[in-house]
C-alpha cells in the first residue's frame, strides 16, 4: 500500500451548498477513515479548499473511491490533485 495526498480546490461559488451537502460528505469521509484507507485530512487556506492523505495501491483507485464524495458528486469540487507521497521523515500513525 503506497500513500497518496490529495487536494481538492472548491468550485467558485459553491460555499452555500457545500454547507448544505458537509453532513454527507463527512459521513462519507468517517467511513473512509473507520476503514483504514483515511488518515487525515481538513480544510485548508481558510476553508478554500481541503487536504486528504489515504492509503492505497493507486492514484486510480484512491481517484475511483473520491469519485463517491458528496462534494464531487453535487459538482462542488472545481480541482482535485492525487498525487502518491513518500515519505521521508515522520510518519503517519
Known sequence: MSIFAVTYTYAAGSETERDTVRPRHKDFLAQLHSSGRLRVSG???GGTG???ILEGESAEEISAVLDDDP???HGLI???TVREWSIFFGGLK
Open 78 to 80: 472545481g480541482e482535485r
Open 71 to 73: 462534494f464531487r458528486t
Open 43 to 45: 480544510p485548508v487556506d
Open 50 to 52: 481541503a487536504l486528504l
